[in-house]
């Protein structure tokens, strides 16, 4: 987590994810506060950290159309995976080298607007939108690569470690 090349706010909400403290609507049932019903993005499911960042319906179809931007899709999380630290770091261990690097910034930006949009679902009303995350994505990794995010900056570059 500390590793990756990310903005500092996205290695926290990784670190919160790391260790299972972001307020979902699991946690916030076991203190007894408001929550939503099911996930907030697909509506089908409760709603916990791994299932909002890599079971949900929403989420996989955000992590293949991401990936499959710089031909890293297969590498998305596929049906039946429960745990996002563990295809994180499944996938990361599949590459080597700068695509490990590329890919561990790629995961941190991606989790970080899946977060950010069921943020937006809960608290301004929007309908979740897979095409407007990946646009939100896109442009925060434009801003990312302006800040220095070299290994962001060259995965458009051909990929042949993989």
Request: charge should be positive; glycine fraction near 4%; hydrophobic fraction near 45%.
């Amino acid at each position: 987590v500390w590793n990756t090349w990310a903005l500092p706010k996205c290695r926290f909400f990784l670190w919160l994810a790391a260790h299972n403290r972001c307020w979902t609507a699991d946690r916030l049932a076991k203190r007894g506060l408001d929550h939503p019903p099911k996930c907030p993005l697909c509506d089908q499911e409760d709603e916990t950290l791994d299932h909002l960042l890599v079971s949900c319906v929403f989420s996989r179809i955000f992590w293949f159309q991401l990936l499959r931007t710089f031909d890293l899709q297969m590498l998305a999380p596929q049906p039946g995976l429960s745990s996002f630290m563990s295809w994180w770091e499944e996938a990361s261990s599949s590459v080597s080298g700068l695509v490990r690097k590329r890919l561990n910034s790629l995961v941190a930006l991606g989790a970080y607007i899946i977060r950010n949009h069921r943020n937006r679902c809960v608290f301004d009303n929007w309908i979740p939108n897979v095409t407007l995350a990946i646009r939100m994505a896109m442009e925060e990794r434009w801003m990312w690569e302006m800040a220095g995010a070299k290994a962001l900056s060259y995965l458009s570059a051909p990929l042949l470690e993989v």
